[in-house]
């Protein structure tokens, strides 16, 4: 089977924190929408995060990501698991602090729902801005 994305319009998304509770101009919707224009914007604060729930279990393999420089994570780990079971670590990323797309393969069991929590921001207030996120994987 390819690869292509898993999310779709059943993915539930759920994140931290919005800018200035802005979701019209900086929701979580705008990280999915393919639109190099609109962007997702965290507030301030030492942790950001973004949780997915999979209408189906998965085989997720790889996170492709693009930051805005200067409001980066220097560091997130990939956490994962089936509905009603705890999480559990997958991997940890060290992204570079550029407008770059970066893609992060990785190996995981079969999931339900997905974490990524952002840590050590480059920005001094914490706040993380995201223009485009995919996770890559295939349907089981």
Request: negative net charge; hydrophobic residues 35%.
């Amino acid at each position: 089977m390819a690869v292509a994305s898993l999310i779709c319009s059943e993915t539930i998304s759920r994140v931290s924190s919005v800018l200035n509770r802005e979701v019209k101009q900086f929701g979580k919707k705008y990280m999915f929408d393919g639109n190099e224009e609109t962007s997702w914007n965290s507030d301030q604060g030492a942790t950001q995060w973004l949780t997915m729930e999979f209408p189906q279990t998965v085989q997720a393999s790889q996170i492709q990501i693009q930051f805005q420089g200067g409001f980066a994570s220097r560091k997130f780990i990939l956490q994962g698991g089936q509905k009603g079971e705890a999480l559990s670590t997958v991997a940890e990323f060290y992204p570079e602090d550029n407008n770059s797309p970066q893609s992060f393969p990785f190996k995981a069991e079969p999931l339900d729902k997905l974490k990524i929590t952002f840590q050590n921001s480059s920005d001094f207030f914490g706040r993380i801005i995201i223009y485009h996120l995919d996770i890559l994987g295939q349907k089981l």
